[in-house]
């Protein structure tokens, strides 16, 4: 067993820190965030099974569990829009996730698979969303076959998106059963108790036993009603195990943009703003 979980050295905030020595706020961003446990997310890349396999191996070498999300389907945000992008079609999508897997391989790991895909169904049509069911399915299938040791989480949306009996019905017909559970609230800011609850509705709703984690990445004030950019959101408790669920991570990046909204203005999902990452330390 691994000695805790792994801090990304190269993360967004850490990079912006090192790059960046001279900003007051650099030493604090640098503490709050850069030194504590990420979630590393993995999309487009010709050579994703050697690049996973380089920072599982990294994180194996330190004996700490990296937390890896796949963020990489076909049509993905749908809803949001922000965040578009992914596999040209499904069958280059199963490509990349076979081959993430298989970057694993049989090291340690958790994964969160795919942000927002069980939530996104109002904003898609029938044949699309079977034609995801499947994606999904795959994809559970390849890291039971071929990473035997991860810890691996569908992603379960999040308390205010939907119902918790329609996303149980959603997370089986993806593929729950391969794999060791679900996610919720992640890049979200719903407390952890309220997520506790609706992940227990969820799993009440299955009928069959589920292990969960929860992003705790950015809910410490809590949710005021947004989910781009909102004010006044915090940094909430680091990674850990148990706390409520099987694991609390920080799925999400603090200090990375939800899209050009809210308080992060003509900042592009997925960029670092020291800004917004200071204002997630103040709670402002």
Partial sequence: MTSGFYVNPNSTPAVWARNNPGDARAARIQSAIANR??????????????????????ADSHDKLPVLVAYHLPGRD?????????????????TWISSLAAGIGGKPAVVVIEPDALGDFECMSEAA??????????????????APNTFAYLDGGNVGWVPAATMAAR???AGVRNVRGFAVNVSNYYPTATSQNYAGSVVAALGYPAKFVIDTSRNGNGHNGQWCNPPGRKLGVPAQVGGGAEMLLWVKTP????????????IPAGQFSPALAIRLIDGT
């Fill in 37 to 58: 446990p990420i979630g590393r997310w993995f999309g487009a890349d010709a050579n994703i099974g050697a690049t996973v396999a380089s920072y599982v191996g990294a």
């Fill in 171 to 173: 997370l089986d017909s």
């Fill in 78 to 94: 749908a809803c949001g829009g922000h965040s578009g992008g992914g596999a040209g079609n499904p069958a280059a999508y199963r």
């Fill in 129 to 146: 969303i079977r034609e995801r069911l499947g994606m999904l399915t795959y994809a559970t299938q390849q890291l039971r076959q071929k």
């Fill in 255 to 266: 200090g990375n943009s939800d899209g050009d909204c809210g308080i992060g203005p003509g």
